[in-house]
């Protein structure tokens, strides 16, 4: 069993938070409770709920005690609580509308208040005092299963595959606990070779709830055998359909449902965007001691759906249908959503090196996101970083913390003009991370996983080879824009063009915004805007973002008002 990812408490600090991840309402709380559900009476014994359920109620305890358990294949059940009276059942899943991760029953006769989810949901919007327990208990609960690896999946992989390191982010990013076993080297694989039917040419091989068996499945096949997703209602015309989940996605989302409006959101693969593959963020307001990507977009979600917004992932767009009104977006899946305004949010991607060997090497040697994942299959090995922004530095820390050695590799002459001093200060003092200006990757090298790396020193005209098993590309970013191709005015680099910068050069060829100028965020189509890193002129910073997403929606109640 693997440690808790990174920015994860372990499960002793978990425990110290026992009060309130596990809180006891008052008698008034009960009460307000008890109005909005109905009381049960149970036998010892009796199920509540078991694990892959959809829409399971909360149960607040009256009398006697509810026991919660994590099943185990071929084993007795792992003991997670038991809830005494005033004390209550649910994690974040509640909220999402996912399938439950655990099972829930009376281990004694008990009575019990039964809270269906839609109630659940009107209380935490209009109860704060409830709402601030529920939401905290939720949140630490969910982090204790992650922790715990206390999850309805299974994933037998290698450190040699990288679908493997594929099918662990998807995981970790949606937030979802389970089980990983190491083919290599955990002893108790051949046992689930045996039970499950497979072998290691299957690999990476998801289990799901103990019955369903994945060989490499898709992130949009573990997604629903998972039940990461509610149902779309391809009939329904939302108010909005934001596309991204990254920062400036999620604080649209966020704003726009707790204003009203109905709103839908399209994630390609999982929330927190390229934010959410840093290790940690230290320059965002409000976390003064930093705060890792995926934490903050877990968050985020959170609050998204508290206000009612749904979001789907492993959806990605392929084409907006920008002739239609409403406006309809089809996704790779071959749905189509409607909506009468549009947020894009897609972000961008790192740039990849210009190498023959890339592909080869990618996610067993290439990567482009420095979590605990990837931090894992470095160990003590040297790694290079590649790039000199922020997210590159925040890497090259890291990873020092493991790794015997770090290599910054940039074009330029410094990290002055693209990283924060902080963390120059930061990379400068510690012993084991060397920057190496002026330089490029020339080659790769290596088997079924990169062993070598070359780069050259461009003011020297030196050429070395060193053995280095792990590269983090981090340089440059390419918008995530080829699905609106025809749609908008893009400029030279891809980024969608908004507002001012289409005021000063209208593009041609495109439709103009109908009678009006565009607004700030609005795009080269009405009621359609851009916000975050895929607009062009954007600030690429996480808060940049959230502003911008949080600001659209003011512009969106503007044009939905005016139609």
């Known amino acids: 069993m693997t440690s808790p990812p990174v920015g994860l408490p372990t499960l002793a600090e978990m425990e110290a938070r026992r009060p309130q991840m596990f809180p006891t309402l008052s008698e008034a709380q009960v009460a307000r409770l008890a109005r909005v559900g109905k009381e049960r009476s149970l036998a010892r014994g009796e199920l509540l709920f078991d694990q892959g359920e959809y ?73 704060p005092e409830l709402s601030e327990i529920f939401l905290r208990a939720f949140m630490l609960r969910r982090m204790g299963l992650l922790a715990g690896h206390q999850g309805d999946a299974i994933v037998l992989g290698s450190s040699h595959s990288a679908a493997t390191l594929r099918l662990q982010e998807f995981l970790t990013r949606n937030g979802h606990p389970y089980r990983y076993v190491d083919v290599d080297v955990d002893a108790s694989v051949q046992g689930l070779f045996d039970a499950f039917h497979v072998g290691v040419g299957d690999v990476p091989v998801l289990i799901c709830r103990g019955d369903r068996v994945l060989k490499n499945p898709s992130n949009a096949e573990v997604a629903d055998c998972l039940g990461f997703n509610t ?14 989940a990254g920062p400036a996605g999620l604080a649209a989302a966020v704003y726009a449902a707790s204003e009203g409006l ?71 899946e071959g749905e189509s959503v409607r909506a009468r305004a549009v947020v894009i949010a897609t972000g961008a991607e790192y740039r990849k090196l210009e190498l023959p060997d890339l592909a080869k090497f990618e996610d067993v040697g290439i990567y482009y996101g420095a979590t605990f994942i990837e931090a894992q ?36 002459e410094g990290l002055a003009a693209s990283m924060s001093r902080y963390l120059i200060r ?14 490029r990757i020339v080659g790769l090298s290596g088997g079924d996983h990169l062993e070598q790396v070359t780069w050259t020193n ?26 609106l191709e025809g749609c908008l005015a893009l400029d030279a680099k891809g980024f969608i063009r908004t507002g001012l910068d289409l005021a000063k050069s209208p593009p041609a060829g495109t439709r103009p915004v109908s009678g009006r100028p565009a607004l700030h965020l609005e795009t080269s189509l009405p009621r359609v805007f851009a916000v975050g890193d895929v607009r062009a002129g954007s600030v690429k910073r996480v808060a940049a973002g959230v502003g911008e997403g949080s600001a659209c929606i003011q512009l969106v109640h503007q044009v939905l008002a005016a139609e």
């Not at 790694?383 to 074009?411: C, D, E, F, K, P």
């Not at 005209?461 to 824009?481: D, I, R, Y």
């Open 231 to 244: 149902s779309i209602d391809r009939a329904a015309v939302r108010d909005l359909v934001v596309v991204g």
């Open 458 to 483: 461009d003011a020297t005209g030196e050429t070395s080879t060193h053995p280095v098993c792990h590269v983090f590309s981090m340089t440059g970013a390419k918008p995530n824009t080829e699905w």
């Open 55 to 127: 829409g399971v109620p909360i149960h607040v305890v009256l009398e006697g005690a509810i026991e919660v358990v994590h099943p185990r294949d071929g084993g007795a059940d792992e003991p997670i609580v038991v809830h005494g009276p005033g004390q209550f059942t649910g994690e974040v899943n509640q909220l999402s509308s996912r399938r439950t991760l655990v099972r829930g029953r009376a281990a004694e006769p008990s009575r019990v208040i039964e809270v269906p989810v839609a109630q659940l949901k009107s209380i935490v919007l209009t109860d």
């Open 377 to 412: 299959r470095c160990a003590t090995e040297p790694v290079v970083v590649v790039g000199g922004g922020n997210s590159a530095g925040q890497a090259a820390m890291y990873l020092s913390r493991s790794s015997t050695h770090v290599h910054i590799v940039v074009r330029g």
């Open 262 to 332: 109905d709103v839908l959101v399209i994630e390609a693969s999982a929330p927190g965007g390229q934010a959410g593959l840093s290790s940690k963020i230290e320059n965002y307001l409000g976390f003064p001691t930093g705060i890792s990507g995926n934490a903050l977009a877990q968050r985020a979600l959170t609050q998204a759906e508290k206000f009612g917004a749904q979001v789907v992932v492993a959806r990605a767009a392929v084409k907006l249908h920008c002739d239609e009104h409403p406006y309809r977006i089809e996704t790779a």
């Open 426 to 439: 930061r990379i400068e003092e510690t012993p084991n991370i060397t920057l190496h200006t002026r330089t």
